[in-house]
C-alpha cells in the first residue's frame, strides 16, 4: 500500500496532461464533442469532463478515443518515447576474427556474435585460462580442440566448457564461421531455464 502513495504524485501528474492533450487533439482535427461523441459512444458530458480534468481518464474511455482519432494510445497519455534499441558496440578485431560485444556492462557474463575468416592463419595452439565459455554456431563450422577432444561443429551446435582445460576454436575449411560467444571470466555459466516440474 505504500509504494502506492508513493507513486501517486507522478501518476497524478500524468493523468493531468491528458485532459488538455485530448482537447488539442480533437481542436487541432476540426472534431466536434457530439462527432467524437457519435464516433466513440462516450456521452458528450463525459467527454467534456474528461477534457477540462473532471473526469479521471480511464484505459475504457481512452481507448475508443485513440481509435477514433487513429492515434496510439500513447499519444493520449504523454508516455515518454522508447530509447534507441540499437546496439552501438565497437568491433574487436584480431587478424581474422572479429569479435561484436552484445553486453555493456562490465565485469560478470560477456556476450559476443565472432565472425572469423578462413583460413585460418594461427596454428591451433590449446591456452587455458580462468573462466566458463559457451559456444554456439550460427554459420559455417566451427573447430574445437578441448583437452584431447577435436570436435567439429556444424550450425545449430552448441558446446560449454571449463576455460581451465587446454583449448582452441577456429573455421573448418575454406568457409568463414558465425558462431555466438558467452563467456564468464570468474566461471560462471550460463543457466537455461526450464519449465519446473509438474508436482
Same mark, same amino acid.
Given at each position: 500500500m505504500k509504494e502506492q502513495h508513493q507513486d501517486e504524485p507522478e501518476l497524478d501528474a500524468v493523468l493531468s496532461g491528458v485532459g488538455p492533450r485530448l482537447r488539442r487533439l480533437r481542436k487541432d482535427r476540426g472534431v466536434t464533442l457530439s462527432a467524437l461523441s457519435e464516433a466513440t459512444g462516450i456521452s458528450v458530458s463525459t #467527454?467534456?469532463? #474528461?477534457?477540462? !480534468? !473532471? @473526469? @479521471? %481518464?480511464? $484505459?475504457? $474511455? #481512452? #481507448?475508443?478515443?485513440?481509435?477514433?482519432?487513429?492515434?496510439? +494510445? &500513447? &499519444? $493520449? =497519455? !504523454?508516455? %515518454?518515447? =522508447?530509447? &534507441?534499441p540499437r546496439v552501438r558496440a565497437k568491433p574487436i578485431v584480431h587478424g581474422r576474427k572479429t569479435s561484436l560485444p552484445l553486453t555493456g556492462r562490465p565485469g560478470g557474463l560477456q556476450a559476443y556474435k565472432?565472425? /572469423?575468416? *578462413?583460413?585460418? &592463419?594461427? =596454428? %591451433?595452439? /590449446?591456452?587455458t585460462h580462468e573462466g566458463y565459455e559457451w559456444l554456439y554456431v550460427l554459420s559455417g563450422k566451427l573447430r574445437l580442440l578441448l583437452a584431447e577432444h577435436d570436435l567439429v +561443429?556444424?550450425? !545449430?551446435? *552448441? *558446446?560449454e566448457f571449463d576455460t581451465r582445460l587446454p583449448h582452441w576454436f577456429g573455421p573448418v575449411g575454406d568457409d568463414p564461421v558465425e558462431f555466438l560467444s558467452l563467456f564468464g571470466p570468474q566461471g560462471e555459466r550460463m543457466h537455461v531455464r526450464a519449465k519446473p516440474k509438474r508436482a
Open positions: #467527454l467534456s469532463r #474528461l477534457e477540462s !480534468g !473532471g @473526469r @479521471r %481518464p480511464s $484505459l475504457e $474511455l #481512452l #481507448l475508443p478515443i485513440a481509435r477514433a482519432h487513429e492515434v496510439p +494510445l &500513447d &499519444d $493520449l =497519455v !504523454g508516455a %515518454p518515447p =522508447v530509447g &534507441d565472432v565472425v /572469423q575468416e *578462413a583460413p585460418c &592463419d594461427e =596454428v %591451433p595452439e /590449446q591456452r +561443429l556444424a550450425p !545449430g551446435e *552448441a *558446446a
